[in-house]
């Protein structure tokens, strides 16, 4: 039976003098109940982090077990086999790097001083991607030492396999039957007809931290001459012909983007992806990107690997950051994938669920520590590890089981046709393909018709955006308005139900006018109210989801600090009011709905929210007037929509509060987003409210917070995100 391993992103990498820490990022270092979230999961083996920059960080005489005491004693007691790890696209502590002469024999010491105080410890993976790390760290100068030329690269690659052979010797010292998992990144890179060569040569090199250990490098590799040339020695590539260090098992590392394409056509492409050898310039991109993505995918990488090596395999990382259905298809493209070519005859052991507790500052190579996190298994951006829809399918996968969800019905964006962000480029006489790939690869989970998600509220600046990125993320909908459906007709509303039979609905349907409420207050309650019992009652009769949205105005603004889902609603004008009504009324009738109270909201598809018509206004040099006393957490648009659809997938329910963590006046936030405009702030005229002219009474402090979680980013970055992709022409 195919095995389901675990992982923690655990990069310790050095730029400059600055070690950026994964675990101590992620919290993993402090929480030992971890291990016991990871072992409910079904995790049998765990890939383990012990790191030498944590055991020894300033000498190896002075080595504290204390972190590992603890934890390998847990593993042992929840009966989780490990596969330990000591340096993860690390350079070592400041006493080593990877161009240190003794790296090796200072990390065999380590191994041996760690196997001789835990020799039930039974799989080892020394140094993880060594290639990889080398590549970043002595070709592109990414991470520390900040090479880049390939005489460094080379050097720092024969150093990680060295040590990585000098530490299982002294591991086997102690416990002989113990195995070697290695690691690696085995992208492939494809090309114009023009750049094959180039594209030959890093198809070769990409084997090269395998060929080594395996002793394969001698005068018939393709890469013999390459490595003298650039400074290793013949005796040096002879010590590992004559003493290999194999791996028991060739771990696979693959991404959406481990495939490139090199192009010489670099006008077709933006400058930050352009670079060359020494010969020609040309653009190094996801291959993904120019419809290269099928050529080759796991099934044929593995293939490779066992055609090559004939050595048992696995698939030791998988993770995609992106939104939760697309994790969830990227899992299960890999996991089919793995379990194809078991039955095809290939030795494949296991999928890794790598980064279970998501992954830190990848966006920019973790070359700067922005705080940018992406989930994984679990979101930690409540107060405790949250369960995400993967650690639904990772349990499942665990005990070989299927797992299924109605955001799988659809293929990952990799498959899709939107994933072109460059000219397609036709690969047939610059590389060989299999031309059967994409169709396997697209017949893993085809239905003849995806379940909808059905969204209410017509033309709404909401329901536009709800539709608008469930389409990007590609979540089968429908929109339906209040011309098509009367929500306040319950027969008619049953009727259209039964007939669509939607897995989910998210409601914007709402009287939304907060003046026009004190006057037509019956018009009010009965579109707000009726419209969710309606939705609800069929909800809990046929199982369906529920996603409300709810309003900071259900409160009085009282209080001092944000408000939080747990507290008192007292709302001051009719619109709360039927809006807390509405609440209720949906937690009495269906108990697992999720209920989403967010503030005033701004977005790049509308030109009715308060921030475009105030950059309108400058732009056009009129002053435009704003409360300078009403405090609140303005929400941008997709953020909103992309948290509350991935709660959906996550099948939270209850009251959540969604807003970008702020607090700020409406005049304060309109100067903010005029300052970032490069536009005068100077004519956002701030006022009181009782100069404002408003009808309806509102509350002066509505900014919200949460006790369950903050998953959207600081209101700043939001605003930039707006400029960029602001649609409206401000004239």
């Given amino acids: 039976m195919l095995e389901l391993w675990g992982g923690v992103e655990c990069t310790v990498n050095r730029v400059g003098n600055h070690y950026l820490d994964q675990l101590a990022m992620s919290g993993h270092d402090q929480r030992l109940g971890d ?26 005489n002075r080595i504290d077990w204390t972190w590992a005491d603890q934890r390998l004693n847990e593993v042992r007691r929840l009966g989780i086999r490990v596969i330990v790890g000591f340096e993860h696209h690390g350079s070592g502590p400041q006493y080593t790097s990877l161009l240190d002469p003794e790296f090796a024999p200072k990390l065999a010491q380590l191994a041996g001083a760690f196997a001789a105080r835990y020799p039930w410890v039974d799989a080892y993976t020394p140094i993880n991607e060594p290639l990889t790390t080398a590549r970043f760290s002595g070709l592109y100068g990414c991470w520390y030492p900040h090479a880049r030329d390939n005489k460094s690269f080379l050097r720092m690659l024969f150093h990680e396999c060295d040590g990585i052979r000098a530490a299982m010797m002294a591991i086997r010292a102690v416990n002989p039957k113990a195995e070697l998992i290695q690691t690696e990144d085995l992208g492939k890179v494809f090309s114009t007809s023009f750049l094959a060569y180039q594209a030959n040569f890093e198809n070769h090199r990409r084997w090269l931290s395998f060929d080594l250990l395996i002793g394969k490098v001698n005068l018939d590799h393709p890469l013999y001459r390459f490595c003298l040339k650039h400074g290793l020695t013949g005796t040096e590539l ?21 495939n490139r394409f090199l192009d010489e056509r670099i006008e077709r492409y933006p400058a930050h992806v352009h670079g060359g050898n020494n010969h020609h310039r040309y653009a190094d991109i996801e291959a993904v990107r120019v419809g290269a993505e099928m050529i080759v995918g796991p099934k044929e990488l593995l293939k490779e690997a066992w055609d090559r090596y004939g050595l048992p395999v696995a698939i030791t990382e998988v993770h995609l950051g992106c939104s939760r259905e697309e994790q969830m298809r990227w899992f299960r493209d890999i996991w089919l994938a793995a379990k194809a070519s078991g039955a095809s005859g290939i030795d494949v052991r296991a999928v890794t669920s790598w980064s279970l507790l998501g992954g830190f500052d990848w966006n920019s190579l973790v070359t700067k520590a922005n705080g940018y996190y992406e989930p994984g298994v679990y979101d930690l951006r409540s107060p405790e590890p949250r369960p995400t829809a993967l650690a639904s399918m990772v349990k499942a996968y665990s005990v070989d089981s299927d797992f299924d969800h109605p955001a799988l019905d659809n293929q990952g964006w990799w498959h899709r046709a939107d994933r072109l962000l460059y000219p397609s480029v036709n690969l047939d006489a610059a590389m060989p393909r299999d031309a059967t790939s994409a169709k396997e690869s697209n017949s893993y989970n085809s239905k003849s018709r995806s379940r909808d998600i059905l969204i209410t509220g017509g ?25 098509d459906l009367d929500l306040t007709d319950a027969a008619a509303t049953r009727f259209f139900l039964n007939e669509m039979r939607p897995w989910a609905i998210l409601n914007a349907f709402e009287f939304a006018d907060v003046e026009s409420a004190e006057e037509e207050d019956e018009d009010c309650f009965r579109t707000n109210i009726l419209a969710p019992i309606h939705l609800a009652e069929y909800c809990t009769d046929e199982r369906a989801r529920l996603v409300q949205f709810s309003s900071d105005q259900v409160f009085d603004g009282r209080t001092k600090r944000p408000y939080r889902e747990q507290d008192a609603v007292s709302p001051i004008n009719i619109y709360g009011r039927s809006k807390a009504k509405a609440e209720e009324e949906i937690a009495s009738r269906a108990s697992d709905s999720l209920i989403i109270r967010t503030p005033a909201t701004f977005g790049p598809w509308d030109e009715t929210n308060f921030l475009t018509r105030a950059l309108r206004s400058i732009a056009k040099g009129k002053p435009f007037h704003a409360p300078n006393d009403l405090i609140s957490s303005p929400t941008y648009l997709p953020d909103l929509v992309d948290a509350a659809l991935d ?20 005049a304060s936030f309109g100067r903010l987003a005029a300052a970032k405009f490069g536009l005068s702030p100077s004519l956002i005229i701030g006022r009181p409210l009782v100069e404002c002219g408003f009808a309806a009474p509102r509350p002066k402090f509505t900014a919200l917070g949460s006790e369950r979680a903050h998953l959207l980013p600081e209101l700043a970055r939001s605003v930039d995100c707006y400029i960029r992709e602001c649609r409206v022409a401000l004239r």
């Fill in 35 to 60: 291990l016991e979230r990871f072992s409910e999961l079904g995790i049998k083996t765990l890939r383990f982090p012990v790191l030498w920059e944590h055991l020894a960080p300033k000498s190896l």
């Fill in 238 to 258: 002879e010590s590992f012909a004559e003493n290999p260090c194999p791996p028991d098992i060739l771990g696979i590392n693959h991404y959406i983007t481990s």
């Fill in 459 to 483: 033309a709404s600046s909401l329901s536009s955006a709800l539709a608008y990125i469930c389409e990007r993320r590609g979540l089968s909908y429908r929109l339906v308005s209040q011309a």
């Fill in 647 to 666: 709660l959906l997938i996550d099948g939270e329910h209850g009251i959540w509060h969604l807003s970008n963590q702020s607090l700020t006046d409406w």
